[in-house]
């Protein structure tokens, strides 16, 4: 059977299409499915906004549909890379640049400094929507300054906010950690730890929330089954709408680290 591979855009069939689910390779892929009979062959495509559309014969079995995406993870993979990229916008900590805390836009400003102990820091001015960033002479530590302020208010909502959902959830991880990660914003770990990353704060909170209640759920089950999505939407409402909202920003901007 000859498959096609493409980015979509013209000769699309209109068909009502399905939102489905998969893990793959530890990460959970959305994608949207595309049934006709006048569908012979499957295929893969990525539209402007990032939807992986797949279209299967109306004959075909799920678990092969499932298999054919498993088959061709890598190219979904580089397409999505290739259409958000152009458009990202870029945090990487120079002046003027923009970094975004809790869904709002802040301008960064970069204050070259001899004074040891102003080197290396960060001040945040909420109402001016400003964040400085102190550093040497050549600007060179702007970055690591820019990931540890994200780490700390990450770090601090997490410390507040998960004690709370616990008491709500009836849920408790062994052990909650937070690290760098380029692909996943949570995980939770067979041993009932709980991964956070490091950028969380780039969320608004109830976004954060939704990635907490998440991995707690995971807890109980490690699947991203119907039951897995049934606990989740009873801790939280409108997972779906908070879902795209977490795929929208995040594929709005890019993070030198």
């Known amino acids: 059977m000859r498959n096609e591979f493409r980015l979509a855009g013209h000769g699309a069939a209109r068909m009502t299409p399905r939102k489905q689910h998969m893990e793959?390779?530890?990460?959970?892929?959305?994608?949207l499915e595309r049934r006709g009979q006048r569908i012979r062959k499957m295929s893969i495509s990525v539209?402007?906004?990032?939807?992986?559309?797949?279209?299967?014969?109306?004959w075909a079995a799920h678990g092969d549909v499932e298999k054919f995406i498993a088959e061709n993870y890598s190219w979904i993979e580089n397409s999505l890379a290739e259409m958000s990229a152009s458009r990202r916008q870029p945090i990487d900590g120079t002046d003027g640049s923009v970094a975004i805390l809790h869904g709002k836009e802040m301008t960064v400003m970069t204050h070259p400094t001899n004074d040891a102990s102003l080197e290396g820091r960060y001040e945040l001015d909420r109402?001016?929507?400003?964040?400085?960033?102190?550093?040497?002479?050549?600007?060179?530590d702007a970055i690591p300054v820019l990931a540890r302020f994200?780490?700390?208010m990450t770090a601090k909502y997490l410390g507040t906010r998960i004690p709370e959902i616990e008491s709500i959830t009836g849920l408790c991880a062994e052990r909650y950690e937070i690290g760098t990660y380029r692909s996943k914003w949570g995980s939770c770990s067979s041993a009932g730890i709980i991964r956070f990353n490091s950028k969380l704060s780039l969320f608004p909170y109830e976004l954060m929330d939704y990635v907490i209640v998440h991995e707690m759920c995971h807890l109980k089950n490690r699947r991203h089954d119907t039951r897995f999505w049934e606990s989740v939407s009873s801790f939280i409402d409108d997972v779906g709408v908070k879902r795209k909202r977490m795929r929208s920003i995040a594929l709005g901007v890019r993070f030198a680290w």
């Open 127 to 140: 109402n001016a929507g400003v964040l400085r960033i102190f550093t040497s002479d050549n600007c060179s």
């Open 150 to 152: 994200y780490f700390d």
């Open 24 to 31: 793959i390779k530890g990460r959970e892929l959305e994608y």
């Open 47 to 58: 539209d402007a906004s990032c939807n992986v559309i797949v279209r299967a014969p109306a």
